[in-house]
């Protein structure tokens, strides 16, 4: 079972930033917080993950709550090519396999 | 470096047919999957692999098959089609370990009649 607790759906306007929240309360000091992106008829696409420090790259920022419990992945700002499924992953460190939830569907409104 | 590669991108069967969907990476990752998605819903497991000669099952094995001969390849078989298959399968490989991500394939589209 995935691990992790997501909205099941989102909007947001066009140009403003987006804070999508997840929730792992189970997770262990060495699972690894990995979001990933779904657009419309594609695969999945990796945005960014962390462990204990915030990240940022090109595509978003990673704020991780300091228990771990939770995590919030930030857009900046939105555009319309953003409104994709957005999925909060935990790996699991024991084999290696990767469980998708159901993600956020997220829009985006111009 | 194409990535990850999956043949073919459509299928049509009748119920009962075999067919093998295949994968390929040529980035030397240890560990492929392979997810079914069916329409408006979430990623599935159905099975993965952290190694040549290694497989394991996901979260819905049954009607599938899998086999690791190489680093490469993990092709995907599915020994008699029901139309309960009807999906968009997946391929995903990755280094093992908890820090390394996911690469996925452009995905197949597989109808069963």
């Known amino acids: 079972d995935a691990k992790t607790t997501q909205p099941n759906s989102m909007e947001s306007n066009e140009e403003e930033p987006v804070h999508l929240p997840c929730n792992h309360s189970?997770?262990?000091?060495?699972?690894?917080i990995h979001w990933y992106r779904q657009l419309p008829s594609q695969g999945p696409e990796y945005v960014i993950h962390?462990?204990?420090s915030n990240v940022n790259n090109r595509m978003a920022s990673l704020a991780i709550a300091e228990d771990r419990k939770s995590s919030t992945l930030i857009l900046h700002r939105a555009t319309l090519r953003d409104a994709a499924v957005y999925y909060c992953?935990?790996?699991?460190?024991?084999?290696?396999?990767?469980?998708f939830g159901k993600g956020t569907r997220l829009h985006i409104l111009p | 470096n194409a990535g990850v590669t999956q043949t073919p991108k459509f299928q049509v069967l009748k119920t009962g047919q075999s067919m093998t969907l295949q994968c390929a990476q040529d980035?030397?990752?240890?560990?492929m999957s392979w997810y079914r998605q069916d329409p408006g819903m979430g990623l599935r497991l159905i099975h993965y692999?952290?190694?040549?000669?290694?497989?394991d099952q996901g979260e819905v094995p049954n009607g599938y098959n899998v086999s690791r001969s190489t680093t490469e390849d993990f092709p995907l078989r599915l020994l008699s089609a029901a139309p309960s298959q009807t999906s968009v399968y997946f391929c995903?490989?990755?280094?093992?370990?908890?820090?390394?991500?996911?690469?996925f394939g452009p995905g197949t589209r597989l109808t069963v009649l």
């Open positions: 995903a490989s990755s280094r093992t370990g908890d820090g390394n991500t996911q690469y």
């Open positions: 189970t997770i262990s000091g060495t699972d690894y």
């Open positions: 962390g462990l204990t």
């Open positions: 992953i935990l790996r699991d460190d024991r084999d290696d396999k990767i469980i």
């Open positions: 980035m030397n990752h240890e560990y």
């Open positions: 692999s952290v190694g040549a000669g290694i497989t």
